[in-house]
């Protein structure tokens, strides 16, 4: 079966500061990957999105930077973090042609 | 542009009664409707979803409804229980792109 794991769970960094989070993905090949954020109080935000290795599609302008470097790795990273980068990190995944997209647990991120 | 709508932020329900939640769509092009379950600190889970061609779709206790001509949905639990007490999400996706579009959730609270 397939399987998605997010680290860390949780993170506090200060302002400025950079970021990765990391997902991975078992139990299946060539997914296509997605990053979310959920703001306090907001719905999912689609954040990154990939179809394969070393192909990234932005879908919000940000600070933000996603990288695939292996098939079933997502990374989300950020140079210099902001105040309004704070909130939960979803990474999900769907096999290629289904829409229905499966997640993971989750990374906490409060900056300061 | 919120092109998924969930107007109700929040709605309480006794044990053992109906809970509906509902969710309406302005992009007539959406054509694949699903529901996430969200637990705090957790990543959503898939509850159910449904096709355009179809009109209901059932799954236990779940089952949602799709009205096309007033670009409506709804997600009906019975009974309802307090485990289901969670936010809830519905999405939706066009022909050919895997890309969810999400709603902004409803929180949902099961009162014993």
């Known amino acids: 079966s397939q399987t998605i794991h997010q680290w860390p769970a949780t993170l506090v960094q200060p302002v400025g500061s950079p970021l990765s989070l990391e997902c991975t993905v078992e139990g299946t090949s060539n997914p296509n990957l997605y990053w979310y954020r959920q703001a306090a109080g907001r719905g999912l935000q689609l954040l990154f999105y990939s179809v394969g290795i070393g192909q990234i599609s932005s879908e919000v302008p940000q600070n933000l930077s996603a990288s695939r470097p292996q098939d079933r790795q997502f990374i989300l990273s950020s140079k210099k973090l902001l105040l309004s980068d704070s909130g939960f990190y979803l990474c999900?995944?769907?096999?290629?042609?289904?829409?229905?997209?499966?997640f993971g647990p989750g990374t906490r991120l409060l900056v300061l | 542009d919120q092109q998924v709508k969930q107007n109700s932020p929040s709605l309480s329900v006794q044990e053992g009664r109906i809970s509906i939640l509902n969710c309406d769509y302005t992009n007539s092009m959406f054509d694949y409707f699903l529901w996430y379950k969200k637990y705090p600190a957790e990543g959503p889970t898939f509850l159910i979803s449904?096709?355009?061609?179809?009109d209901k779709n059932e799954d236990g206790r779940f089952t949602v409804f799709l009205n096309k001509s007033a670009k409506h949905l709804s997600l009906h639990i019975v009974p309802s229980q307090p485990g289901d007490s969670a936010v809830y999400f519905c999405?939706?996706?066009?022909?050919?792109?895997?890309?969810?579009?999400f709603g902004t959730g409803t929180r949902l609270t099961i009162i014993p």
């Open positions: 999900a995944w769907t096999a290629g042609g289904r829409e229905t997209q499966y």
């Open positions: 999405a939706a996706s066009t022909v050919g792109n895997e890309k969810l579009t």
């Open positions: 449904i096709s355009s061609i179809k």
